[in-house]
């Protein structure tokens, strides 16, 4: 079973504008949550998390924002840059870390 | 500053032979793990360790098995491959729990022939 899903396998935006990458979760368990990213031929590295007990957590120009009610978080980039071009994972822990499936961007310059 | 080392970085293997993913980690992590990625799926966790000499199984453990004798090393065992086992794998490590995030090996990209 999918405990976290990223339904969007693909994003494109123009260089500047913002990117958001969504992602759903089933378990309510989940305690914290992580976004990673991932360059083709290299490990995903992590980029940002938050607790269950916030709403927002910005860094740069990164913010993840959870919906507990909705179990819902979301990734948001701001300005897009090319160099953000790559794969972003969802990630959700409790005992375990179980993670999306990841969702491409592309920045276009 | 070498972090998570994962090697070989490719490998083919025939169906029924047997092989060892190597992975080391030299910031003196306690939690170490080892995730595989199918083709449109997420990381599943095969197996993972909390300290030296403590195993657990994961999610997708079958199949497969690992040892914990240092707290760098954490290899994990393939034996009498088969196609299904074709796939990335990825060892990580943690200082803690998985809260702060976890540092990950540039993978090791196997096929089952």
């Known amino acids: 079973d999918q405990q976290v899903k990223q339904n969007s396998p693909s994003l494109s935006v123009q260089e500047g504008r913002i990117s958001i990458l969504n992602c759903d979760y089933t378990n309510s368990m989940f305690d914290y949550f992580l976004w990673y990213k991932k360059y083709p031929a290299e490990g995903p590295t992590f980029l940002i998390s938050i607790s269950s007990i916030k709403d927002k957590n910005e860094d740069g120009r990164f913010t993840v924002f959870l919906n507990k009610s909705a179990k819902h978080l979301s990734l948001h980039i701001v300005p897009s840059q090319p160099g953000d071009s790559a794969v972003y994972f969802c990630a959700a822990s409790y005992n375990d870390m179980r993670f999306g499936a990841g969702t491409r961007l592309t920045v276009k310059p | 500053n070498a972090g998570v080392t994962q090697t070989p970085k490719f490998r083919i293997l025939k169906i029924g032979q047997s092989m060892t993913l190597q992975c080391t980690q030299d910031m003196n992590h306690n939690y170490m793990y080892w995730y595989r990625q199918d083709p449109g799926m997420g990381l599943k966790l095969i197996y993972y360790?909390?300290?030296?000499?403590?195993?657990d199984k994961g999610e997708v453990p079958n199949g497969y098995n690992v040892s914990r004798s240092t707290t760098e090393d954490f290899p994990l065992r393939l034996e009498l491959a088969a196609p299904s086992q074709t796939s990335v794998y990825f060892c990580?490590?943690?200082?803690?729990?998985?809260?702060?995030?976890?540092?990950f090996g540039s993978g090791t990209r196997l096929t089952v022939v």
């Open positions: 990580a490590s943690s200082y803690s729990d998985s809260n702060y995030g976890y540092t």
């Open positions: 360790s909390v300290g030296a000499g403590i195993t």
